[in-house]
T-cell receptor, first 113, second 109 residues
């Protein structure tokens, strides 16, 4: 099992460009999440999907959109990148919307110039 | 709003020198408190889940404890391979995780 995979690992964008971060899990988990991690701050939830076909906003959703393509895949889109979106992005999944731990991917380091 | 504060921000230890990390939290209806380990350039790796005050869990040199307001991660006789950032997170009634900023532990041989 690969667990949670993310692509790309690194990306540099210019202000105003768009891109999609891809995430896939092979653990048959129902719930998937997108976080961003910035220096000196904890991981902050951008969007989550409790189950296939549903998505909800997290703590910092502005400037992002998501798509739960199927049970395995959950993508994060930046329509018009801004320097404030420079961050490390992590995707995670969990078995149930409850007590189970979340498993994280290796992250995407994004720089917006 | 759920809040998590971790202290200290950084901890430098000599190999074999035991110490503790603190995680203070406020949450509406604690469903679980999670500890993760994060190595540089990698995603967080799950360590423990604690559900109620008084609960303790151990894994190798790590032991996590929980009270109604805080959790401690005790590192006993640490080794250089225990060097990492340790993250604490709480899950409240809305099922979302709120993370602390982490404690970076460096263990010198």
């Amino acid at each position: 099992n690969a667990g949670v995979t993310q692509t790309p690992k690194f990306q540099v964008l210019k202000t105003g460009q768009s891109m999609t971060l891809q995430c896939a899990q092979d653990m048959n988990h129902n719930s998937m999440y997108w976080y961003r991690q910035d220096p000196g701050m904890g991981l902050r939830l951008i969007y989550y999907s409790a189950s296939e076909g549903t998505t909800d906003k997290g703590e910092v959703p502005n400037g992002y959109n998501v798509s739960r393509l199927n049970k395995r895949e959950f993508s994060l889109r930046l329509e018009s990148a801004a320097p404030s979106q420079t961050s490390v992005y992590f995707c995670a999944s969990s078995g149930e919307r409850g007590y189970n731990e979340q498993f994280f991917g290796p992250g995407t380091r994004l720089t917006v110039l | 709003e759920d809040q998590v504060t971790q202290s200290p921000e950084a901890l430098r230890l000599q190999e074999g020198e035991s110490s503790s990390l603190n995680c203070s939290y406020t949450v509406s209806g604690l469903r679980g408190l999670f500890w993760y380990r994060q190595d540089p350039g990698k995603g967080p790796e799950f360590l423990f889940t604690l559900y109620s005050a008084g609960e303790e869990k151990e894994k190798e040199r790590l032991k996590a404890t929980l009270t109604k307001k805080e959790s401690f991660l005790h590192i006993t006789a640490p080794k250089p391979e225990d060097s990492a950032t340790y993250l604490c997170a709480v899950q409240g009634n809305d099922y979302k995780l709120s993370f602390g900023a982490g404690t970076t532990v460096t263990v010198r041989a």
